[in-house]
């Protein structure tokens, strides 16, 4: 639901004392659906695309991940398409494999470092067959090494799910505009249509359903880009990594060290009186949003003693009833969490029109980082995921999972502009 209000609140924006806002409100803990895109990997630009023996080319469905400083593909992709690991001079003089240590939502994973590869991109969109055509792949993403794997994980359900997801994340985003229409989710049997252009290109309205070009938004949020390049390492000693690139943010990048930090941009949340400004990562990767330990303790809440990353997971401070738990699995494994609802959190515009989102689900955990030269730590403050941007469900765990209240997504259009540095928001109008 969205409605117009004026909000008084708004001086942690450097905004006038009275401004107009827009409330949305019923976002619900977790996204029907992520992006995702069609994938072709070749060896050489313009070259034969890679193939699986006896079947001919085989697009790669990846999803689409700004939250991803990396690609990552499988170990099952991988050796289908037959695509090499990178190998280098170990201390002994002879050669091994390369190992990636990265790191995600469960702390590091290891990786190994595919050979130089190149990907065309063409839409994601369950009513068309374009990705069956290798002539549909027309958009060139830059040169990259991919990550592969993750090696040796475990043997839960969600690590197996895991294991075989691909992931298309920044290092194809670069210089390209990310358009996502949310509206087919709305019908909560359909999924997200996924298109990457060129910047620059014009939008269509003629041709909107299945190639619309880049639409207009009616809101604006700066990103701030953040490296975490540091907080990763490849073996042997000197070996060339896997290709990285920022990450973006709402608010400053969270890995710099500054005694006060100016939180102009980031996003503010309220509860209970209780107020905290955080940058939050932009992650379409993640269905669920989360805030750190810290977050949620500036907020008058914290965990149960004893139940943090446990089974038990429970918060102390909100009644039982406005609770909920999720396994939130990524680079580094899994990890069950309990959410709550935050009264509001507020997400400034360049139109000086803040979207302010009430009774905001959030999991409270630590995404925490080390740069193994340092030893410098950072926490995440904030990850913003797709539950807040399309429709939305509360998902209660188990074997098989009871979807309860279903919540219509806000937006006609969201827009990630990664050489503009701007999340672009199309509202829906109102009913």
Not at 176 to 201: I, L, Q, S, W
Not at 221 to 248: C, D, M, Q
Not at 368 to 382: A, E, H, I, S, Y
Request: charged fraction near 20%; glycine fraction near 10%; charge should be neutral.
């Amino acid at each position: 639901m969205l409605r117009r209000a004026f909000a008084s609140l708004l001086a942690a924006f450097v905004f006038s004392p009275l401004a107009l806002a827009t409330d949305i409100d019923g976002v619900q803990p977790a996204a029907l659906d992520q992006p995702r895109i069609n994938v072709l990997l070749r060896r050489e630009p313009g070259g034969k695309p890679l193939e699986v023996k006896d079947h001919g080319f085989v697009n790669v469905e990846a999803f689409l991940d700004t939250g991803a400083s990396g690609v990552i593909l499988s170990v099952k992709t991988a050796d289908a398409l037959g695509i090499a690991r990178a190998k280098a001079k170990n201390a002994n003089g002879g050669e091994a494999l390369v190992v990636f240590h990265d790191v995600g939502v469960g702390g590091s994973d290891k990786f190994n470092v595919s050979e130089p590869l190149h990907a065309s991109l063409c839409k994601y969109h369950s009513a068309s067959d374009d990705g069956d055509d290798a002539d549909a792949y027309k958009l060139r993403a830059a040169p990259f090494r991919a990550q592969i794997g993750p090696l040796g994980g475990g043997f839960g359900l969600l690590d197996l799910v895991m294991s075989n997801l691909d992931v298309v994340g920044m290092p194809a985003l670069k210089g390209k505009v990310m358009v996502m229409d949310p509206k087919p989710v709305n019908k909560f049997d359909d999924t997200m249509r996924t298109y990457v252009y060129e910047a620059g290109t014009k939008f269509d309205p003629g041709n909107a359903h299945r190639d619309p070009g880049i639409p207009k938004a009616n809101r604006r949020v700066k990103l701030t880009y953040a490296s975490f390049a540091r907080f990763t390492h490849a073996e042997p000693a000197g070996a060339t990594g896997p290709t990285v690139a920022a990450n973006p943010f709402i608010g400053p990048d969270p890995t710099r060290v500054r005694a006060a930090q100016d939180m102009t941009g980031a996003i503010v949340s309220t509860h209970n009186g209780k107020r905290f400004a955080a940058s939050w990562l932009l992650d379409t990767g993640a269905a669920a949003s989360i805030i750190s330990t810290r977050h949620a303790k500036a907020l008058g809440v914290t965990y149960v003693p004893g139940t943090a990353g446990t089974d038990r997971a429970a918060l102390a401070e909100v009644p039982k009833d406005k609770q909920f738990t999720l396994t939130v699995g990524g680079i580094g494994g899994q990890k069950k969490s309990a959410g709550f609802f935050i009264d509001s959190i507020a997400i400034p515009t360049l139109e000086r029109d803040p979207l302010v989102f009430r009774g905001a689900p959030v999991l409270v955990t630590d995404i925490t980082v080390t740069d193994p030269q340092t030893k410098q730590q950072v926490t995440l403050d904030g990850v913003l995921g797709m539950n807040f941007l399309v429709a939305s469900a509360n998902v209660t765990e188990g074997l098989l999972p009871d979807i309860g209240k279903l919540t219509e997504g806000a937006f006609e259009w969201i827009v990630f502009d990664e050489p503009a540095g701007i999340l672009g928001l199309q509202l829906r109008k109102e009913q």
